[in-house]
């Protein structure tokens, strides 16, 4: 089956937002004529009547208000993909240095709320906490996003919010058949060979120093990989457990190709921090985006 367009899909959430294609038409700049047309080729596409055209406007039918909602989350993935992209893309501008968590979960939308308050560009670099430390500290960013459990000295640091991990395995995995009244215990946790990440990730960082708060080391036969990505994909395919943000699994875990096996006993909260130097000069931009990180921008959008 053909892909719809993602313009199409605008146009179809203009048509429900607006109730009219001639409306939905006028806010996506084209012509009645070419939005019903679009409109009936995504019909033909989907093999579905998403429109009743006997009622006055255009009026959803059940299937089509269902594609619409799905829309809804394509077009933001869209927009997010588009402001993600733009910020990656090297200008003379602020200089962000991004661990990879955040930086495929969270940032997109904070820099989509940074351009209500400002017009700066944004260069956008992503790698894991301990590289952002050292972009940070070689004046190469002028503010990091880390998901690691310490901060240097040299750094000052702001809480932009706090974080959980969890422990996930495939379905058939034998911990999932464990039932919600036998979590894994933190003394087992830390005896499992988990797939983590590589060293220097924040992620795997602060599992380790859960582990230690409650005076444990974890298990040295974990296997290393250098994303989110390759973690969840070798998981799943019936690979070691492991511990991740719930940010970074929770699609896996609504399609049911992941499922969070319940831990006692450690604590698998961690804070996701803001940092820069100490010296660095004032910048109002920086200070807004930390301020939007942390939900607490203050006054009106410009």
């Known amino acids: 089956m053909e892909t719809p367009s993602v313009d199409s899909l605008r146009l179809l959430v203009a048509v429900a937002d607006l109730g009219s294609i001639s409306a939905a038409a006028r806010a996506c700049s084209i012509s009645q004529p070419s939005a019903s047309s679009r409109l009936r080729h995504l019909e033909r ?22 594609i619409t909602e799905w829309a809804r989350s394509v077009t933001a993935a869209m927009d997010a993909l588009q402001t993600g992209a733009e910020a990656l893309r ?27 308050y400002t017009d700066e560009a944004v260069h956008l670099t992503v790698g894991n ?26 750094l000052a640091s702001r809480v932009v919010r ?9 379905p ?20 499992l060979p988990l797939v983590t990440r590589e060293p220097g990730a924040g992620t795997r960082d602060a599992l380790e120093a859960a582990l230690r708060q409650v005076g444990l080391e974890p298990d040295a036969r974990s296997i290393a990989l250098g994303t989110n990505a390759a973690v969840k994909i070798m998981v799943a395919a019936g690979g070691p457990a492991a511990v991740l943000s719930e940010l970074a699994v929770a699609a896996e875990l609504r ?16 804070c996701l921090r803001a940092v820069r130097r100490k010296d660095a000069a004032p910048r109002e931009v920086v200070d807004t985006l930390t301020a939007v990180a942390s939900g607490r921008a203050a006054g009106p959008p410009r």
């Open 255 to 270: 399609d049911g190709r992941l499922v969070e096996i319940p831990t006692a006993g450690v604590d698998l909260h961690r």
């Open 90 to 116: 090297f200008d003379h501008t602020v200089r962000i240095a991004c661990s990879q968590t955040i930086a495929e979960y969270l940032m997109p939308a904070w820099l989509a709320r940074l351009r209500e």
């Open 162 to 170: 706090t974080d959980r991990m969890v422990l996930v395995a495939a």
């Open 172 to 191: 058939g995995d034998a911990l999932a058949r464990r039932g919600a009244d036998r979590p894994v215990t933190a003394a087992e946790l830390a005896e």
């Open 45 to 66: 596409q989907l093999r579905l009547d998403l429109l009743d055209r006997r009622t006055q406007g255009a009026e959803l039918t059940a299937e089509g208000a269902a």
């Open 129 to 154: 906490t301990a590289t952002v430390i050292a972009e940070v500290r070689g004046h190469i960013a002028d503010l990091g996003f880390i998901e690691g459990p310490t901060v240097p000295d040299d």
